[in-house]
């Protein structure tokens, strides 16, 4: 008895234990088909495919790179090339390592290693079978790649872009931890080629780090920015020297002391002199007023020269006046002559102010064009020392564990075989998909299986069945 039943209605509630064995029974054939099939594809899959082999290498980021002594004179090492943080260095030099120039360079070095097989003709049957079956399967997957070309859904590449493609797709690059450590390594099935491609990129990427890092024409540069310093600063020192030669300033110190001393003692006899002038014009005064005096207040200017003869105190009073008169005269020439001497004195220190203040101004030049120079000629000395380093290639970059060919492949857990693991694996895809399979047969399958179905499914007393024959 056959009749179509809805589809979602399959178990009423979880289904037990033994509804689920007994779905796993109807469908064994199918479920131990499908089994078979994908255990026996991935274990074909895991013995054809060659081992992997995975080669490291590491490389040392030192921060500063220092002077090594070129010669036996040479004074204690300096840090001449420093970079700015550990993580900007890194990442740096990792895009360096992941550039496509430095793939390119590896690729064009290596291509006929990277071309070639590499692996020995097989000897043994097993080994000849292997390779009948692994070039059935290249070719099975050159001609899915040939439709998808003729198809356009993907572009066909050169030879030289498949290796690209290849050593970019195996070559792995990461900074260990917070270390300042970064680690290449590269997975083929040739264990030497391994090797040979980690080294190789190693060797090329030190060159290509001396190259990005080095300055173009530096040296050349701070060798003219020297020579004009240079220049320079022997020009200010020729002009200090005519400008020193020009004012006669040997020491402007010394000369401005011997003008304040100079200037000091004028004043000094100038006072003497206006106190000595006051008093003789005091006694010239006194003078007068006596011989006014005894002439009844007539100026001695309109005195008679009858009273001159006549009168002998009016006459030696007027000769000491004529004396005092005289001195007075001789200390005023003498006051303005002090004058004129402190006003020269005056003249030529306002003369050394303003040339002390030129000649600062010079000597602020020659200092400032004497350190530009020391500053070229010791980034001069720096480059050159930079260069010759570069030369020697020594930089901050340190190859502290070159690759070396694994005799081991690569294995996810370290206790277990890859091939082992990988037939665990196909053995347990298998088993969910032969589960899979037999259940999702029985949820599609509408037919009636037992009287049971019926009435559940109808709610109706199944009387009779009759078996399919």
């Given at each position: 008895m056959e009749s179509t039943k809805h589809p979602g209605a399959r178990w009423d509630g979880i289904p037990s234990l033994r509804d689920l064995l007994a779905v796993v029974f109807k469908h064994k054939l199918g479920s131990a088909i499908l089994f078979l099939i994908i255990v026996s594809v991935v274990t074909t899959i895991t013995y054809v495919r060659p081992f992997m082999y995975r080669a490291s290498s590491k490389i040392l980021i030192k921060f500063e790179r220092d002077e090594v002594p070129l010669s036996r004179t040479s004074q204690v090492s300096?840090?001449?090339?420093?970079?700015?943080?550990?993580?900007?260095?890194?990442?740096?030099?990792?895009?360096?390592?992941?550039?496509?120039?430095?793939?390119?360079?590896?690729?064009?070095?290596?291509?006929?290693?990277?071309?070639?097989?590499?692996?020995?003709?097989?000897?043994?049957?097993?080994?000849?079978?292997?390779?009948?079956?692994?070039?059935?399967?290249?070719?099975?997957?050159?001609?899915?790649?040939?439709?998808?070309?003729?198809?356009?859904?993907?572009?066909?590449?050169?030879?030289?872009?498949?290796?690209?493609?290849?050593?970019?797709?195996?070559?792995?690059?990461?900074?260990?931890?917070?270390?300042?450590?970064?680690?290449?390594?590269?997975?083929?099935?040739?264990?030497?080629?391994?090797?040979?491609?980690?080294?190789?990129?190693?060797?090329?990427?030190?060159?290509?780090?001396?190259?990005?890092?080095?300055?173009?024409?530096?040296?050349?540069?701070?060798?003219?920015?020297?020579?004009?310093?240079?220049?320079?600063?022997?020009?200010?020192?020729?002009?200090?020297?005519?400008?020193?030669?020009?004012?006669?300033?040997?020491?402007?110190e010394l000369e401005r002391g011997t003008l304040l001393e100079s200037i000091s003692t004028a004043m000094m006899e100038n006072d003497r002199l206006q106190a000595e002038i006051e008093d003789a014009e005091e006694r010239r005064d006194s003078l007068k007023k006596q011989m006014t005096e005894r002439t009844n207040y007539i100026e001695p200017d309109k005195v008679s020269p009858a009273l001159l003869a006549v009168d002998t105190v009016y006459r030696n009073l007027d000769n000491e006046r004529l004396m005092t008169e005289s001195t007075l005269q001789g200390l005023v020439a003498k006051s303005q002559l002090y004058e004129k001497q402190l006003q020269s004195y005056r003249n030529r220190l306002d003369v050394l102010d303003q040339n002390e203040i030129q000649l600062k101004g010079m000597d602020r030049e020659l200092a400032i064009f004497e350190d530009n120079y020391k500053t070229y000629c010791g980034k001069l000395?720096?480059?050159?020392?930079?260069?010759?380093?570069?030369?020697?290639?020594?930089?901050?970059?340190?190859?502290?564990?070159?690759?070396?060919?694994?005799?081991e492949p690569i294995r996810i857990i370290p206790f277990l075989p890859t091939r082992v693991l990988h037939i665990l694996a196909g053995v347990i895809v298998g088993l969910l998909s032969a589960l899979g399979y037999a259940f999702l047969t029985e949820q599609m399958n509408h037919t009636f299986s037992s009287r049971e179905d019926v009435d559940r499914m109808l709610n109706i007393r199944c009387l009779v069945s009759i078996p399919k024959e």
């Open positions: 300096r840090p001449i090339l420093t970079m700015r943080s550990a993580e900007e260095d890194i990442r740096t030099e990792m895009e360096i390592l992941s550039s496509k120039h430095l793939i390119e360079a590896v690729v064009n070095r290596l291509a006929s290693d990277l071309s070639g097989s590499g692996h020995p003709e097989p000897t043994t049957f097993w080994a000849r079978t292997r390779s009948q079956i692994a070039k059935i399967m290249g070719t099975a997957f050159q001609g899915i790649l040939q439709v998808g070309y003729r198809l356009g859904l993907m572009r066909e590449l050169t030879p030289t872009e498949s290796l690209l493609r290849s050593v970019q797709q195996n070559l792995e690059i990461e900074a260990i931890g917070d270390s300042n450590v970064i680690r290449i390594s590269y997975s083929s099935s040739r264990p030497d080629l391994c090797a040979k491609v980690v080294n190789t990129m190693t060797e090329l990427y030190l060159e290509q780090h001396l190259n990005v890092h080095k300055t173009p024409r530096a040296q050349e540069f701070f060798t003219e920015q020297k020579t004009l310093w240079e220049e320079r600063l022997g020009a200010q020192e020729k002009e200090i020297l005519e400008f020193r030669e020009k004012w006669s300033l040997s020491s402007i000395e720096e480059t050159r020392i930079s260069e010759a380093l570069d030369l020697e290639r020594i930089s901050n970059v340190t190859v502290i564990e070159p690759a070396i060919v694994p005799f």
